[in-house]
């Protein structure tokens, strides 16, 4: 009963939190990159 592996790259981190975060932030930004604030 081996947990689940939901991405190679988190084994052996053991900070699959850092890597979603990280993850997060790179997605926000392409999405400010290609949808600017129209402000």
């Known amino acids: 009963s081996e ?3 939901l991405s ?3 084994e052996g ?3 699959p939190e850092d890597e979603l ?3 997060g932030v790179t997605m926000d930004q392409a ?3 290609l949808n600017p604030p129209s402000d």
């Open 21 to 23: 975060n990280f993850k």
């Open 3 to 5: 947990p689940v592996r």
């Open 13 to 15: 981190t053991g900070r």
């Open 31 to 33: 999405d400010l990159e």
């Open 8 to 10: 190679p790259g988190w």
